[in-house]
């Protein structure tokens, strides 16, 4: 039976319930700079959110330095370059490559006063760029890029006709253009990955072969589900001293490098080249399972974007740094920052043992936090030059840095680009931030050349 004085109990508890949330909803997440240590390594921060048209350059305090206003939205990458130019990508519609995520399709460059120096589209009905882009030492710009194949192309080549969606297939190219004039470019290099390709389905076409045999080729049936854009390449990067380009394919979970020491006529095949392979794969990691030289459980890239060199001069330079994103598909709904020392040889070549999968089994350093790093899409990490550790959780706009024991010494909720957005629940409605969301973030030294007579004072 109720009585009154456990009727008045439970409503007293029920009133308490209800203000707790009340008050939850009423809070909104600080945003800005959380923490700000000694040990945090000096510099400015570029980072390009993806609500509104600006890119900001931002000091340890939070506080936008510079900015640059561009004509159209942002769509992935954007670096700053020596002379203070801004390198970017910009989203272009083409409605043969229209997927969510927004595809770039154009490239542009800014001056230091926001003057467009270079606007070069790679936007057509055969091929369309997208996420990243990776400027070169000579002034070039490397390029990712979908290239269209029909229906019948795919079959051809040895697709399971089941795993063509919507008659068309978009595989990977890699394209290197030297910028000409405001709105021009030249394509000096190129690679295609529908040149190294290997198929265990259909034995009638050239490309058959047992993928465990062949991990300098790609299986063009790995990815066993209806799906056009079937690698999703999302990342490129550039070694200067290997002249080797490393390659992020996300939905086979796996990092690729390839020799960039090719003409395109030695890229197009499996010799000739620096290190004597042509364009094929020279190493790969992070999924033997995807070539059949392991089991799923060995598995150790999960959606992962921003693979790339720690540069000359960092700790642990000529290691390959990660952001290894987990899904919940995967069943790994955390992120961790993986390191890994590939097994270079002094030829330039990757030690491969016996005919398993390429080392390393173990990880050279990894920062993990279960509760607090989770970002299934876009997002990276970058090694700072006191050994640091920038990372990006993209999808929140969280960038923090931590030292090498995984401490926490400068935390920023990104608010610039925030726009507000109103939701409905249970509860009530509640109000948010949205639009702060970012593909990654990058850390420049004081004395980054592009920061010479310039004006850093907080705007």
């Known amino acids: 039976m109720l009585t009154s004085a456990h009727f008045c109990h439970r409503f007293s508890l029920l009133i308490l319930f209800l203000l707790v949330d009340v008050v939850a909803c009423a809070q909104t997440e600080k945003r800005g700079v959380l923490l700000k240590s000694p040990q945090a390594s000096p510099g400015y921060t570029l980072i390009a959110p993806f609500g509104g048209q600006k890119t900001y350059l931002i000091d340890l305090d939070g506080k936008a330095v510079h900015s640059w206003t561009t004509d159209r939205k942002p769509s992935q990458a954007a670096y700053l370059l020596e002379d203070g130019s801004l390198l970017r990508t910009a989203k272009i519609p083409n409605s043969t490559f229209n997927i969510p995520g927004g595809p770039a399709g154009g490239i542009q460059r800014f001056s230091w ?54 008659d068309a297939l978009w595989p990977e190219i890699v394209l290197e253009i030297k910028p000409v ?23 009638s076409k050239p490309s058959y072969g047992q993928p465990a045999d062949h991990p300098e080729l790609i299986d063009l ?44 006529t030695e890229a197009a095949g499996h010799s000739g080249g620096r290190r004597g392979r042509g364009g094929d ?12 030289a392991g089991s ?19 700790p642990g330079a000529g290691n390959i740094l990660i952001f ?22 002094k030829d330039g070549t990757y030690q491969r043992p016996g005919q398993g999968a390429f080392g390393p089994k173990q990880l050279t350093w990894r920062f993990e936090d279960r509760d607090n790093l989770f970002s299934q899409r876009v997002s990276g990490a970058q090694r700072l030059p006191n050994g640091n550790t920038l990372i990006c959780s993209g999808e929140t706009g969280h960038v923090f840095e931590v030292d090498r024991n995984g401490t926490v010494v400068w935390d920023y909720r990104n608010e ?11 509860s009530g409605a509640t109000t948010s931030l949205g639009g702060v969301a970012m593909f990654r973030a990058t850390r420049y030294v004081p004395d980054y050349p592009a920061f010479k007579a310039r004006d850093l004072t907080p705007k």
């Open 113 to 166: 006063d926001g003057d467009l120096l270079w606007d070069y589209v790679v936007a057509d009905r055969h091929r369309h760029s997208h996420h990243d882009i990776e400027p070169l030492p000579n002034g070039n710009v490397l390029v990712v890029a979908w290239d269209l194949k029909s229906r019948d192309e795919a079959i051809a080549a040895g697709r399971k006709p089941t795993t063509i969606e919507n």
């Open 181 to 203: 004039g405001k709105t021009g470019g030249e394509i000096v290099w190129e690679w295609h990955l529908w040149d190294h390709l290997v198929q265990s389905f259909d034995e």
């Open 221 to 264: 049936n790995n990815v066993d589900r209806p799906i056009a854009d079937w690698i999703h390449m999302n990342s490129i990067d550039y070694n200067p001293q290997l002249d080797q380009i490393l390659l992020c394919g996300r939905t086979f979970d796996e990092i690729w490098i390839i020799d960039h020491g090719t003409t395109t």
């Open 281 to 292: 794969v020279l190493y790969r990691w992070g999924n033997p399972f995807a070539w059949f």
């Open 296 to 314: 799923p459980f060995d598995q150790v890239l999960f959606g992962q974007h921003d693979p790339h060199w720690i540069p000359p001069g960092a």
């Open 324 to 345: 290894n994103n987990g899904s919940d598909r995967d069943q790994r709904s955390f992120s961790t920052v993986d390191e890994l020392t590939p097994p270079l040889k």
């Open 416 to 426: 610039l680009g925030a726009t507000t957005q109103k939701r409905e629940s249970a």
